[in-house]
């Protein structure tokens, strides 16, 4: 056998080696990629489901809470990438809309509602409108990731002129999650602001609270629409 056919054959052996080696390598991706997939179409699917679950429970078990915080820490908070992928940095991305919205807490102690409000106009965002029990214990936890923070106002008033609670971005939701004492409510002659307590009862409850200096009252949360 000639030199040159000894050549030949070995690059052939070498292009067919070679061949079968690529062709693994990309059916290894191509699996990689399809489990990605699959645990991020089941992921969502998941949150979907809470969400919806939430909306239609009135329950406020400790179960249920358990098993909502977990799956926002799960899906949100140890996840940081992904928050980069769609937020600014320092902001929290999680997917409750088919674009989603990003989030952020502050603390400042002593700020007033409309401090806040300035505050998060000024980072082109809104003071916190929430819309579903899961988006309620999202921005709870928010809260509670910092040990310093004891209230935060969120973006809903109570208009007198209209007597109506309003979110201040316009948000049409109805979702409430008020705590009243004695479980009686009377309609303020003021207007008044909304706030929720994180280091209250472990329950992201809302609070009526004047629009003014309040010691407890050091921290809001801003939200915006994803990138």
């Not at 179409?41 to 098993?67: H, M, P, Q, W």
């Not at 409510?185 to 329950?203: F, H, K, L, Q």
Request: proline share 2%.
């Amino acid at each position: 056998m000639s030199e040159a056919t000894v050549l030949n054959n070995l690059s052939d052996e070498t292009l067919e080696w070679k061949a079968n080696f690529f062709e693994k390598k990309s059916k290894r991706l191509s699996l990689i990629s399809l489990f990605s997939l699959s645990y991020a179409i089941g992921t969502t699917f998941y949150i979907v489901f809470l969400v919806i679950y939430c909306r239609k429970s009135e329950a406020n078990t400790d179960a249920l809470i358990k098993v909502v915080r977990s799956a926002i820490r799960q899906n949100a908070f140890s996840n940081p990438a992904n928050s980069r992928s769609h937020c600014e940095n320092g902001w929290t991305f999680l997917a409750i809309t088919e674009r989603g919205f990003c989030y952020k807490m502050f603390q400042q102690s002593g700020v007033k509602q409309a401090e806040a409000k300035l505050a998060c106009d000024a980072q082109r965002s809104s003071l916190v409108s929430i819309e579903s029990y899961f988006e309620n214990n999202f921005v709870y936890i928010l809260g509670e990731e910092n040990s310093a923070i004891n209230k935060i106002w969120i973006g809903l008033e109570y208009d007198l002129s209209v007597k109506r609670r309003l979110w201040l971005d316009g948000t049409p939701s109805p979702y409430r999650y008020f705590y009243w004492e004695n479980e009686t409510y009377v309609e303020p002659e003021i207007n008044t602001a909304t706030s929720m307590c994180i280091r209250c009862s472990g329950i992201a409850r809302w609070y009526v609270s004047t629009n003014q200096s309040d010691p407890q009252i050091n921290g809001f949360v801003c939200k915006k629409k994803a990138q």
